[in-house]
């Protein structure tokens, strides 16, 4: 059976530090995932999600039991993510490019990659907030409150931004299938 965030979270304020581990460990590849599509970069996403999971750890005492863990854990992601946008005063997204050559590859499993390559080229294009919201709904799986309190946006606002996303990456995606 598996320990409860919370309980994970009371063990390691308890003293049981290894604890923490296990937390690491859940959430260390979500974070990545959203880190990675936000900043652009894997290496500024695990500078970003290591400095997260060091705040979190330092400031444990200040996770109350009543909200989620992963929205806790993901404000401090996003503010993060934020810091290292802020840092870098130009405005242009870096896209990973971890493809390997498509010639290596059959049909169906380079199509796959192009498929990947494409959606990751789009949600680089959408305004950083609209690409913040859409991620922490559907890649951090986060209910609209919670996505509020990681955010400091309102619920009607986060909606907004998701709905706005989605319809920008049908139209890029629509043209880059038609193009």
């Known amino acids: 059976?598996?320990?409860?965030?919370?309980?994970i979270v009371r063990r390691v304020l308890d003293g049981d530090t290894?604890?923490?581990?296990?937390?690491?460990?859940r959430y260390h590849p979500a974070c990545v995932r959203m880190a990675t599509h936000v900043l652009g970069t894997r290496e500024?996403?695990?500078?970003?999600v290591q400095e997260t999971f060091l705040r979190a750890y330092r400031h444990?005492?200040?996770?109350?039991e009543r909200e989620r863990f992963t929205g806790w854990l993901f404000r401090i992601l996003v503010n993060q993510c934020r810091s290292t946008l802020a840092r870098r005063r130009r405005g242009?997204?870096?896209?990973?490019?971890?493809?390997?050559?498509l010639a290596s590859w059959d049909d169906d499993v380079a199509e796959g990659?192009?498929?990947?390559?494409m959606l990751r080229t789009a949600l680089g294009r959408l305004h950083p907030l609209q690409r913040e919201a859409l991620l922490l709904r559907?890649?951090?799986?986060?209910?609209?409150?919670?996505?509020?309190?990681?955010?400091g946006a309102g619920v009607s606002a986060l909606k907004m931004r998701v709905k706005r996303a989605c319809a920008q990456l049908r139209a890029m995606l629509g043209e880059s299938i038609h193009a």
């Not at 242009?92 to 050559?101: K, R």
């Not at 990659?113 to 390559?117: A, G, K, P, W």
């Not at 559907?138 to 955010?151: H, I, K, N, R």
């Open 60 to 64: 444990l005492g200040r996770y109350e």
């Open 113 to 117: 990659i192009e498929r990947d390559e």
């Open 44 to 48: 500024d996403a695990e500078d970003a």
């Open 18 to 25: 290894e604890a923490f581990a296990v937390l690491v460990t």
């Open 138 to 151: 559907f890649s951090a799986d986060l209910s609209y409150d919670e996505m509020a309190t990681a955010t």
């Open 1 to 7: 059976m598996t320990a409860s965030d919370s309980a």
């Open 92 to 101: 242009e997204t870096h896209m990973v490019d971890d493809a390997p050559e």
